[in-house]
Structure formats: C-alpha cells, structure tokens
C-alpha cells in the first residue's frame, strides 16, 4: 500500500533505517567493526561514565525515585523529585520558575500552540528545530519565519508587524543543532526591548552544560538570562539523561501547566530518571574542565580547517547532495569513524551534510586523523 511513497524516498536518498549498534565508551560497533563516534550529542563526555553511574547508586532511593510515574503529574503522578529539580533549576538560572517536559519535543511542540492565538504572530528562524516546527503548525498565529540569524530582518518585521498583534513570539535556537552556528541574542533582546509585546523563546538543546562559566548556556555566556522569556534546555545531550525543562517566569509556568498539552496529556518521565538528571544537574557547575576541555579540541579543530567557520562544537561538513552524503560517510566508517549524514527533510534540500559534535572525551590524537580523513574524502 505504501510501496509507492517508500520507493519515491529510496529515489531521493532520503530512506532511512534504523542502525543495528553497540556502544562502548566514545566507539560504535557496527558490522564488527569498532568506529570512534564523531557525531554523539554526549558533548561532556558523560554518558558513559562509571564513576557517575557508581555515585548516583549512592544517590538515588529506588523505592522512592520509582521507574514509573504512573501517571501524569496533574493527576497522580507529581513525585517530589520533580519539584525538587524544578526548585534547583529555577535557582541555578536565578529565574522564578522552571517546569519539566517529558522531552524537548514535547516542550518545543507543546508550548507555542498553548501560549498562542490566532491573533499572535509567531516569527521564527528559517533552521529552527523540527520539534519547534511541529509546534507552529499545531498553532493558529500566523508565523513568518526569517532569514537564519538575520537580525535585520527580523527588526523590519517586528517594526510592521508587532502592533498588530497581541503578542509576537520570536523563537530561536543558541546553537544551531546542524549548522553549529550561534544566535547574537544581545540584538535579540535589545530588539526585543523596544516591542511591548514581545515574548522571547530560545532552545539551548545544543548548548546546556557546554557553554557558559556555570554551563548554563549561551544565555549566561551572553549575559542575557534574565532577559529570555522562555529558555528551553534539554537533559538528552549533554546532560546524558532524558526530559526537558523550560526556565521562566511564574505567569508564564502557570499558563503552561495550564494549557501545554504535551505537558498535561502524558505520563510523567520515571522518576528515577528524572534523579539521574537532577543528579547530573547539580554537577553542571563544577564542569568546567570538560568545558574548557571541549572548548580547546573546538579551536584545535579551527586551527586545523583555517577554511572552515567553526563556531561551536557541532560543525557541518556540507556535501549537498543526499546520495553523496551516504557515500562519504561509508566512507569515513570504513576509515573507522562513525560520522553521520543528516539530509533532507532534517535540514534544507541541497544542504546534505556529514554533521560532526566534537565532545569532551575526544583528545586530539583521535581528532587528528580524522580531520585528514575527512580532507581526503573531500578531494
Ligand atoms: C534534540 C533537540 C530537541 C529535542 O530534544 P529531545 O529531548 O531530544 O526531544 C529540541 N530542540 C533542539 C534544537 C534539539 O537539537
């Protein structure tokens, strides 16, 4: 029945599967063969750990920190844990107020369709994340999305269109997830102070524990947290656990308890995992050595490509088009290292890319080569 379609996508290079692996430590094991992972969103190196793991058995009360929520929290599911972490982060970011999702796409699609009406005015940057994609489209203001990064016309826009809306939404992302790039959100927010009714939303998926001095992002990196309505980060990346958490204002965390669907329809995460996160997030401060660590392989890595901008550690090797992307990575594997394609729909036609995350527990000596590996599969 669906033969047709799936054949059509085969045609494009666009067919995807799900890959048969196993991990052990920074490597993939695939086909028998061990590959060094380059494209892992464990940017501090975490989730591998041992000794984390044997810190936190010391950590957790399993017959409280149960492996079920049983339930979602506005009924019976509302365990202390959350609470608690909810409590750490909204002190951690000296902000009201922090409230836990499920996971940053339940968070990204749940918030713009509950905050808005149909008279807002969503405007959002052109590589925006499909979670946060998802989310207009669930909406019913009319949205306009603008140029990547382009604060200029992100300015006109507000200037002709803001008074003619109740609220104008601008969305943004810190670090971009496949272009590696950063959002100046000091113009953001300056901009932002000349709009009375703009609200101003930025993911930190990619930039949570890995930038800042306390690792709150590129908001502290920035100086600009108290200025950001609403700042999403997520537990999944760096973090190495699961869920999501927006920092906010105390209307604003009520107005989602209250209307956030993805937030009110859904069993809340084990509460287990949710101590993992906690756990984790009261180290987030003190890892600034991992930071810095990742910090120095980022301008190593600059140093070693003087033609490419890299301007976090997530950096695209662009190839356009979709077959030759899949062709270049099997290639990179069969050089031993694991570094993945990401084409359309994930980011724009022509833009096929091999995407590389540079993390913590990556040295050097393993960079090295893999940089001239990847120069000889450019020529
Ligand atoms: C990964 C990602 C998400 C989704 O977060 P999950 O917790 O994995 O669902 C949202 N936004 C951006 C920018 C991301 O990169």
Known sequence: MFHSRLQKIKQKGAFRELPIIEHQGKYIIRDGKTMLNVSSNDYLGLAGSDSLREEFKEYVHPEKETFSASSARLLTGNYSIYNELEAYLAGFYERE???LFNSGYHANVGILPALTSPSSLILADKLVHASIIDGISLSRAKTIRYRHNDCEQLERLLRENASKHDLVFVVTESIFSMDGDVCDLQQLVSMKKKFPNVVLYVDEAHAVGVRGNAGRGVCEEQQVLREIDIL????GKA?????????????????????????IFTTALPPVNVCWSKFIMEKIPFMTEKRRQLRLLQQYVSEQLPGKKIHSHIFPFLIGDSEKSIVISEQLKKMGYYALPVRPPTVPEGTARIRISLTAGLTREEIKPFLEALQTVEN
Request: proline share 0%; glycine share 6%.
């Open 232 to 235: 999403v980060g997520t537990f």
């Open 97 to 99: 107020e922090a409230l």
């Open 239 to 263: 973090l190495a656990s699961v869920g999501a958490f927006a920092v906010t204002s105390r209307e604003l965390k009520e107005m989602m308890i209250n209307s956030v669907r993805s937030f």
